[in-house]
């Protein structure tokens, strides 16, 4: 088959179809396996462990084929997985050098076609895969229409009537066209409809049946995936759950990170209850060991502000790192709309008071202005000098309009470097804004299935509420559904780890190695 413009970036039904599943989904595959085995010492997250056992071929195929389909499940039944036709960025080497060979393909075969006589090899090398995506598209029961695209079809037949200059090219592609109406989905007949009525020739004809071709795969990816979608979520956790397995017996080192995770939190947990830097802790003994569900409720806390760039997630939450990356970038974002809200709020006071329309104003300004924070290249403190001349300008405005005096030249310096302020971590209104919400999250995992508690935003965080109700739901919703895959083994390491044969005591704070570093950014 010729180089396509676009090509598929999701799931197919079939083995046969499957290749083209997994090559569009191998840099994600392999993304995935790389935070399985990949050394983590890099990244600060570097857990004691027996010298590493080399593995067999056969065991490491068997470990990618179940994380791969590990990955599938877990995006059926968690996301809202569509194939999509993607060709990648424009200006892409890889991009400009397949448009490149695309073009040389078919300029090549339509000269081959203007000969006398015409030279038909590649053109019927494209009929013979076409029928072959056709005949992909047919229910295993649908035998006459097997039969007679074979019969039409019939490469023996159609070399020999190349071979006798007797071949009817524009036929087969009506046949063809035809059929791909019979079996293409009704959201696809007016593209049909184009080819059935195109008066282009016949090269221009058969990359525009390529084209249409592709997007009919993509509706029988997606077809099979809603089929699949309903069948998985009544199993999918034990499911996930058996894979996963299969990965751990493959590869025993696959919850290395997870164990450093879960130790990590235990650790601090018992430094808070035992700080040992406090004289007169002396002689009391061990601290109460905290519970298995309160060990979760802190490592999932830390995701709020882990280091994603630096620290690796845990191999049980690598199918998810993503989504809470995004969950991340959305809260720092808005916890940073708060703060400038707060501020204006604190600095100008009475005039401003219970101007809804203003404020709703200034956050919708203050939330555009900083989009893309979490790239590297953001710089936050000149954005936030933007941020402080817009407020002012829009303040100006909404006084004017009350008939209250326009902000001084003074007071609009004094305003805009107090926003640009929140920019240094040890600014008071961001640790406020930080502790509430990291307050907000906690009640939350202390109690997921109250639905409640979502509601129930401290009045700092008021005029993010929205916002942080909907990021409250998302987060949740991960950490039930990952405690219910991974619940297990969870329970396995803290066991372990409190009950073992050297259970973890709190160290000094000079002397503790953080497993994994988290930032606080």
Not at 231 to 241: K, M, P, S, T
Not at 442 to 471: F, Y
Request: one cysteine or more.
């Amino acid at each position: 088959m010729p180089l396509n413009n676009e090509q598929p970036t999701s799931t197919s039904r079939s083995e046969d179809q499957g290749s083209d599943v997994e090559s569009s989904l191998a840099s994600d595959l392999d993304c995935s396996r790389d935070s399985f085995n990949s050394d983590s010492s890099s990244k600060h997250c570097t857990p004691s462990s027996s010298p590493p056992r080399i593995l067999p071929r056969d065991e490491v195929m068997e470990a990618g084929r179940d994380l791969f389909n590990l990955k599938l499940v877990h995006e059926i039944v968690v996301g809202d997985v569509r194939a999509e036709l993607s060709q990648g960025p424009q200006n892409s080497l890889w991009n400009i050098v397949r448009q490149n060979l695309y073009k040389a393909f078919w300029d090549k075969l339509e000269t081959e076609l203007n000969e006398d006589p015409p030279e038909y090899q590649h053109a019927i090398k494209l009929v013979e895969d076409i029928r072959e995506i056709l005949l992909l598209f047919l229910n295993p029961g649908a035998n006459r229409m097997r039969t007679q695209i074979m019969e039409v079809l019939d490469m023996d037949l159609i070399r020999q009537q190349a071979e006798n200059d007797a071949l009817d090219i524009q036929g087969l592609a009506s046949y063809i066209i035809s059929t791909m109406g019979k079996l293409c989905a009704p959201m696809r007949d007016e593209e049909i409809r184009k080819l059935r009525e195109s008066t282009d020739n016949i090269v221009t004809l058969l990359k525009e049946i390529f084209r249409v071709l592709d997007l009919m795969k993509l509706d029988n990816v997606n077809s099979t995936i809603e089929i699949l979608r309903p069948l998985l979520q009544r199993n999918r956790v034990e499911y996930q759950r058996q894979l996963f397995q299969s990965i751990l017996d493959d590869l025993p080192t696959a919850l290395n990170r997870t164990t450093a995770w879960i130790q990590s939190a235990l650790e601090e947990l018992l430094l808070a209850s035992f700080p040992p830097e406090k004289p007169d802790n002396a002689g009391k003994g061990q601290p109460p060991l905290p519970g298995p569900v309160q060990i979760l409720n802190a490592a999932c806390l830390r995701f709020l502000t882990w280091d994603f760039s630096k620290t690796l997630v845990p191999e049980t939450w690598v199918m998810d790192e993503y989504r809470l990356e995004e969950i991340q970038r959305q809260l720092r974002q808005w916890e940073t709309v708060n703060e400038v809200l707060l501020i204006v709020h604190s600095k100008i006071g009475g005039p401003i008071q219970g101007a809804s329309s203003l404020s709703d104003r200034l956050k919708r300004m203050i939330s555009v202005l900083l989009e893309g924070m979490h790239k590297p290249d953001f710089n936050l403190e000149e954005t936030l000098e933007g941020v402080g001349a817009q407020v002012c300008s829009e303040l100006n405005k909404s006084l004017t309009e009350r008939s209250c005096p326009a902000l001084t030249p003074d007071q609009q310096a004094t305003l805009t470097g107090q926003i640009c302020s929140i920019s240094q971590k040890e600014n008071p209104i961001r640790t406020l804004v930080e502790d509430r919400v990291q307050q907000y999250f906690m009640l939350l995992l202390s109690d997921p299935k109250n639905q409640t508690k979502l509601e129930e935003v401290s009045a700092s965080l008021t005029a993010i509420k929205p916002e942080l109700v909907a990021i409250g739901k998302t987060f949740i919703s991960l950490i039930n559904y990952n405690r219910a895959v991974y619940g297990p083994f969870y329970m396995d390491i803290i066991r372990k780890l409190l009950f073992g044969s050297s259970p973890p005591t709190p160290i000094p704070h000079q002397q503790q190695a953080p497993n994994c570093h988290v930032s606080h950014e």
